[in-house]
């Protein structure tokens, strides 16, 4: 099961390697989501990838409360989300669409497509079978901005997409 641990933005990717260095164990794995994007650096595009859920880190265990103890060994807030005094999984559905987005890498991969009038279809990358709600297309910033389930409620996010042309 995946567990949301909430820590400082910008500091998910150092709880994720002093978890794996002091309290992870062999069945265990914790992960930050990224996104592939495009940015301009210098006047040329680049690929860059950026966290996905700034200020959350995953961690997939069949222990939380094992896991809970010895997360107090890390330096820096961590917080295993709950829904009232219980820490809660995220939900099955919200899991499985996380790993068919992510992969095994945990990694969203730059998608392109193009819009059909107001349309958007996703011909490659990881939005090519997305189900969901587009809040923006940014075409020019090679962005979109998706509400994603996570923990019961929708939550905005911003990932890689080339508009390869408009119909």
Known sequence: MWYVIQVYTGTEEEICGQCRRRVMED???IFVILAERMTKIKGKWTMIANRLFPGYVFVETERIEDF?????QIEGMTKVLCTGEDMTPIEP???EYLRLLGGDEHIVKYSEGYLE???LVVTSGAMKNYRGIVKKVLRHKRLVVLEMPLMGRGVEV???LGIVKRQ
């Open 93 to 95: 559905e919200e899991e």
């Open 27 to 29: 069945d265990e794995n």
């Open 68 to 72: 809970f103890m010895r997360l107090k």
């Open 117 to 119: 009038g107001e349309k």
């Open 158 to 160: 911003t990932v890689g």
